[in-house]
Structures are given as C-alpha cells and as structure tokens.
C-alpha cells in the first residue's frame, strides 16, 4: 500500500494544520482586546481616585472656607512675600524697557496672583498654578523678546519654573523639509526650554492654508504638550503681528482655547522712541546734548513715512550708525586739522551726526526700504 513500509517518507508540511494561521490570527486578537480592555480599566481606576480625590479636596476647602472666621490671619508677610529677586525683576522692566505701561502692569498682577496662590496652598485651599502660556502680539521692536525673558525670570524667581530660561525659535527651527523631519526637531526645541519658555516669534508662520504644510504638525505637537506636561515643565509664548496671529489662532481652535493670557505691545511714541535713543546713548557712554536729541527727532520723523519701521529696533539701528558716524569725523577732523583727540569729542554725539542720517533719506521715494 502506498505510504508504507521502507519506503515511506513522512514529510510534515503534507500533514500541515490548513487552520493554525487562523488561529494564530486569532489568539493574537484575543491578546491585543485583553491588553485593550486591561489598559481601558487601568484608565478607568485612576480616573475614579483622581475624581475621589478631587472630591475629598473639595469637601476639605469647604470645610475650611465656612468653618474659618473672615477675620482670622491666615498669613503674614515674615512667611509671604514678594522676594528681591522678583522685585529685581519688575524693575529691570523699569530701567531697561521705556514706555510699554500695560505690560509692565500685567507683569506686576502676575507677581501678585503668584503670591497669593502660595498663600492659598499654605491654607490648603485649591491652588493651581496659573495658566503659564502667552500670545504676544505687537509690531517688531516693541519689546516683545525681552519681556518673555523676563517673564521667564520672575516665573523662576516665584518659584512655579526651575530655570527660567528662554528658547527663542522661529520657523525654520521647528519645521522639517521633508516627511518625518518635522516631529523630531520640534521636540528637541520643547524639550530645550523644559523649565523655562518656549518662546516662537512670526508664530503665524506656522500656520498655512495648504494642508500639505509640515506647520500643523508643529501645531498638533504644542498641544499635545500643553496638554500632557506640567506647567512647571513647559510654558509656551506665541508671538507675532495682532492681526496675523489672531488669523492662526481663529484657524487653530485647539491651540487658541490653551492660551489664555494675550498680552498686546503698543507702538512706542515720539517721546518714547527719544527716551530709547537716551538709553542707549547712556549705554554706550556717550554724551547726548539736547541738539542732537532734536535731529535725532527729526530723522525719526521721516524714518516713520518709509515702509517697516520697527519702532525701538529701528532707534537701536539709528544710534549705531550715529556712532559710525560719529567715529568717521573725528577721525576726519584730527587728519584734516593735525589736532588731537580729545576726550569731550570720543563721548559726545554731534547734531551732525543725524543730520547726515537726514539728509541721506529726507529725498527718497517713500517706498524705498531702509534697515
């Protein structure tokens, strides 16, 4: 009889089980709708001791709100305060940032609220950290870096950051050229300003209407660690003309909803762009007598009719040239006179010094662009 006796080879795959694949298949999907369900109730119970909890909070801050007379000092300034280096802060604000007086309000409210939840936690009642996050919306120059820098101090200098650092990013920092480049860089940029800000200027840039863009995932990433890192951990600034951001964030939902502090920077006035130009003139050592004060006004005020005037930017543009400037005739003067150099003339700004600015643009077509 075939397939037997000496002859009779037994080769296995003829013998082969035509249902074990299913069932391969099978006890695979068995395993992953077990480790879905064991995931799902893991979930499920640290959602119900997460509510517990919250509730037995809730019953003892009401506990403590009714039974505690109004009266009663729950607190005193030897335990809270605003430490030195939270005022040193507030007024490098002061001294370093001219005009801008209802940023540096907020600021100060921000200093007080973050006082006032320590006092709260010291009480045992709820004290959350506040919503950390920020848009920034103003014209270049007006002040916008530097303030997230120092918001980044006083957060530090409060307690609610560990480092306080700032990591200023635009674009081109987060956005890949190609299919998977995107999500890594964007991480490393997060992941570089964890106790500190995260701060992305021409934001708006991120968002475009073709949804080919690699942007929307930078986008989708912020909120995903907005959502799931502490506020100690990451804290994001958005920043970028008013009307361009508000035009991202409309089509960003999302994002929008998670950032609930803005902060507007308004232009800096005619005063206030002179008092810029002092400042700097004092930085640098120079004297600045009230002539040349007056033609620095004067070319301020033809600067505005041209295209991109980038209000203290533009002033830290101006200064520099003057003393370019400056440099250029003294040096000028002692080889056409044979004097010396004296030192009233290597610290002292002179009215020609901005007339010459003056009279390098006062002709121009308006539409020329100027640095």
């Known amino acids: 009889m075939a397939g037997k006796g000496t002859g009779f080879n037994y080769d296995p795959s003829n013998y082969k089980d035509s249902n074990s694949a299913n069932y391969r298949r099978l006890t695979d999907q068995l395993a992953a709708a077990k480790a879905e369900e064991e995931a799902l109730l893991k979930e499920r119970d640290e959602l119900l001791k997460k509510e517990q909890m919250q509730a037995l909070l809730l019953k003892q801050e009401n506990e403590l709100f009714w039974n505690t007379p109004d009266s009663k000092i729950v607190a005193n300034s030897d335990q809270f305060f605003v430490s030195p280096e939270v005022l040193r802060v507030i007024a490098d604000l002061d001294n370093q940032l001219i005009g801008l007086k209802p940023v540096k309000e907020k600021m100060r409210r921000y200093a007080a609220q973050m006082l006032n939840t320590k006092i709260r936690g010291h009480m045992g009642l709820r004290a959350d950290i506040p919503p950390l996050h920020h848009v920034f919306t103003g014209n270049p120059g007006t002040g916008k870096t530097t303030?997230?820098?120092?918001?980044?101090?006083l957060y530090a200098?409060?307690?609610f950051v560990s480092s306080g650092h700032t990591v200023q990013a635009t674009r081109a920092d987060l956005v890949g050229q190609y299919i998977g480049h995107t999500g890594p860089k964007t991480k490393e940029m997060i992941t570089r300003s964890f106790g500190g800000i995260?701060?992305?200027d021409e934001a708006y840039g991120l968002y475009k209407?073709?949804?080919?863009?690699?942007g929307s995932e930078v986008i989708e990433m912020l909120v995903k660690f907005i959502d799931t890192t502490d506020n100690s951990d990451f804290v994001l600034v958005l920043a970028g003309y008013r009307n361009l951001m508000t035009k991202m964030l409309s089509a960003n939902i999302n994002l929008m909803s998670r950032l609930g502090n803005w902060i507007d920077f308004p232009d800096y006035d005619g005063d206030e762009l002179t008092q810029i130009s002092a400042?700097?003139?004092?930085?640098?050592?120079?004297?600045?007598?009230?002539?040349?004060?007056?033609?620095?006004v004067e070319f301020m005020a033809i600067r505005k009719e041209f295209p991109y005037f980038s209000n203290a930017r533009t002033v830290r543009n101006c200064m520099e040239r003057a003393r370019r400037i400056a440099a250029t005739r003294i040096l000028n003067d002692a080889l056409d006179n044979g004097t010396k150099y004296s030192m009233d003339q290597i610290q002292t700004f002179s009215p020609q010094?901005?007339?010459y600015m003056v009279d390098e643009i006062k002709d121009l077509d308006r539409s020329t662009m100027l640095p």
């Open 353 to 355: 010094d901005f007339q």
């Open 198 to 200: 995260l701060f992305i």
């Open 279 to 296: 400042l700097l003139a004092k930085s640098y050592s120079y004297n600045y007598p009230d002539n040349a004060r007056d033609k620095f």
């Open 209 to 214: 209407e073709d949804s080919r863009d690699y």
């Open 147 to 153: 303030v997230a820098m120092k918001m980044g101090e």
């Open 157 to 159: 200098a409060m307690g």
